[in-house]
């Protein structure tokens, strides 16, 4: 019987705690600062057996491989200049912007649907998307899709 495989993008706040320690525990593994899964298990506090439960189905979103697309809508106020900062922004961290798409504003909210593309020296994507939620005006970020 094929396994159902769905992806999800969500807020770390959200991740439950064990996950994140199995993510913790693989960086230590990745980086050879400990040479055994149970050493770095009992550096994170968590059990062998929740770390081969979950090692196979969490990963950090940073992944900067070239050529990526990633589709974002944004929620924004209806005010001169800030569609320009998002953009700009983008521009800061090297990003392609492939596709831009701004609704009419209704009830001065702007909706806007953003594509681009990773190359190779674009910055942290996470970093990138934290920083266009902390814009002055912009509300709402989301990640649609990631190909």
Same mark, same amino acid.
Do not use: C, W
């Given at each position: 019987?094929?396994?159902?495989?769905?992806?999800?993008?969500?807020?770390?706040?959200?991740?439950?705690?064990?996950?994140?320690?199995?993510?913790?525990?693989?960086?230590?593994?990745?980086?050879?600062?400990?040479?055994?899964? !149970?050493?770095?298990?009992?550096?994170?506090?968590?059990?062998?057996?929740?770390?081969?439960?979950?090692?196979?189905?969490?990963?950090?979103?940073?992944?900067?491989?070239?050529?990526?697309?990633?589709?974002?809508?944004? !929620?924004?106020?209806?005010?001169?200049?800030?569609?320009?900062?998002?953009?700009?922004?983008?521009?800061?961290?090297?990003?392609?912007?492939?596709?831009?798409?701004?609704?009419?504003?209704?009830?001065?909210?702007?909706?806007?649907?953003?594509?681009? !593309?990773?190359?190779?020296?674009?910055?942290?994507?996470?970093?990138?998307?934290?920083?266009?939620?902390?814009?002055?005006?912009?509300?709402?970020?989301?990640?649609?899709?990631?190909?």
């Amino acid at each position: 019987m094929k396994e159902n495989t769905n992806y999800f993008v969500v807020r770390q706040k959200a991740v439950p705690e064990v996950l994140l320690k199995v993510v913790e525990a693989k960086k230590l593994l990745e980086s050879e600062k400990v040479l055994t899964v !149970q050493d770095a298990v009992d550096r994170v506090g968590i059990s062998r057996s929740s770390f081969y439960k979950y090692k196979d189905d969490i990963f950090q979103f940073h992944d900067n491989a070239q050529g990526t697309t990633i589709t974002m809508i944004f !929620q924004m106020d209806d005010e001169p200049g800030i569609l320009s900062d998002v953009l700009k922004l983008v521009a800061s961290f090297k990003a392609n912007i492939l596709t831009i798409h701004q609704s009419i504003p209704i009830n001065g909210i702007a909706s806007l649907s953003l594509s681009i !593309q990773v190359l190779q020296n674009t910055g942290d994507i996470s970093s990138m998307l934290a920083k266009l939620e902390s814009l002055y005006g912009v509300h709402h970020v989301k990640v649609l899709a990631k190909e």
